[in-house]
């Protein structure tokens, strides 16, 4: 029998409907525990002549420490360019005073390589004059995440909870297994954590379509459920990590949960709901202005509707959101205005090197490259940092 969550219901439906065995998986795994045996019976002798002895190497964590050893060579052999930035201040006919940057000249790419380059623009641009050459309005949609793949909740977890891998699938598979809650019987929160597939159970997502409608409004709720594809790849053997109810929500769970578990749980279970809301739309407001032959551009965003957002924003949402509201409002402009140059403000930059890897960095990396499988990350992650 074959289920996903622990809960009676579906371990009942389980048992009702039985399937045949899958040799095919058997013998999946017997290939992998090769490839294991091709990989670390070579490595594993070197480590213990060079590093320690007992030292293990499988076919995963050995590629996941070279990756970590050839971005740190990448890192020690870079080196910095200088290049320069130019920012104009002006103003219209009403305020504010708005900021434009300098992005082309005779509609290439511009890059001033030093101080001489950026102070020889600067004098031309003195005596050139401002005129707005476009103006674009557009509404943009922004759509909601799938919910939770395991190497997503280790990401996201990291970045937001600050959370390790290890922590988030220890905490997630405490979830799975099931917390003592009213009446005494520990209750499965969670779907199984160990998975690679976006794919809800249509019950599952018109049990959340129903709860936003009922709690944020209609205008929130899609006009029917949203399923997620896969990707390529992908093994659908398990559905995406969602609650196991969205009746069970994170307030009424709250006293029942350690800080941790709470913490998590509600993770997954706002980006799950938010799954079935409407898209955020976004006003961006994109504005050309033209000095000789350069091109200078600035541009404003704001939220016309959040959608989703009011329940969840991914990390990159937030920094994205966090951003448009730092900066200043855009005056009214039209095409072809003239514009009043305030100041004009040149600046050094260098070239940075790539980042090293981060727990959740590692993660997108090995994911990407189609390294490990969900169930390996946590423990790769410490066995690549113990080496």
């Known amino acids: 029998v074959l289920f996903h969550e622990l809960t009676r219901n579906a371990i009942l439906e389980a048992i009702r409907n039985p399937e045949k065995l899958n040799h095919n998986k058997y013998e ?42 050839e971005r740190e060579r990448q890192i020690q052999a870079f080196d910095p360019q200088e290049y320069w930035s130019i920012t104009a201040q002006l103003k219209g006919d009403t305020p504010p005073v708005f900021e434009a940057k300098l992005t082309k000249q005779n509609q290439q790419k511009i890059k001033i390589r030093n101080e001489a380059e950026a102070s020889t623009i600067v004098e031309t641009l003195k005596q050139a004059s401002f005129r707005v050459e476009s103006v674009s309005n557009k509404t943009k949609k922004r759509n909601p995440l ?54 809800i159970a249509s019950e599952a997502a018109e049990e959340a379509l129903r709860f936003v409608r009922e709690t944020y409004g209609a205008e929130y709720g899609m006009g029917k459920p949203r399923f997620f594809k896969n990707r390529k790849k992908a093994q659908d053997a398990h559905e995406a990590i969602r609650p196991t109810s969205v009746m069970h929500t994170p307030d009424k769970l709250k006293a029942f949960l350690s800080k941790d578990q709470h913490a998590l749980y509600q993770l997954i279970w ?85 980042p090293r890897f981060s727990e959740a960095s590692l993660v997108k990396e090995l994911e990407e490259n189609g390294i490990g499988r969900p169930s390996t990350y946590a423990c790769l992650l410490y066995t690549s940092d113990a080496a």
Not at 60 to 69: E, P
Not at 146 to 151: A, G, N, Q, R, V
């Open 146 to 199: 799938p919910p939770f793949i395991t190497s997503k909740l280790q990401q996201e977890s990291i970045r937001k909870l600050r959370f390790s891998a290890k922590k988030t699938m220890m905490l997630a598979q405490q979830l799975y297994e099931g917390i003592e809650i009213e009446g005494g019987e520990p209750v499965g929160l969670i779907t199984y954590m160990r998975t690679d597939s976006t794919r």
């Open 270 to 354: 706002n980006r799950f709901v938010a799954s079935q809301m409407k898209p955020a739309l976004i006003d961006t407001l994109s504005i050309g202005i033209r000095a000789d032959s350069y091109l200078f551009t600035t541009a404003g965003s704001n939220v016309r509707f959040p959608g989703f957002m009011v329940l969840y924003m991914s990390v990159d949402d937030e920094i994205q959101t966090e951003s448009e509201k730092k900066k200043d409002p855009l005056p009214a402009l039209s095409e072809g205005l003239l514009l009043q140059l305030e100041t004009l403000i040149p600046k050094q930059h260098f070239t940075l090197p790539p």
């Open 28 to 69: 999946a795994q017997k290939a992998r525990r090769i490839l294991d045996r091709l990989v670390g019976y070579r490595i594993s002798p070197l480590l213990w002549r060079k590093v320690k002895g007992g030292l293990s190497a499988g076919r995963v964590q050995s590629v996941a420490v070279r990756i970590i050893c």
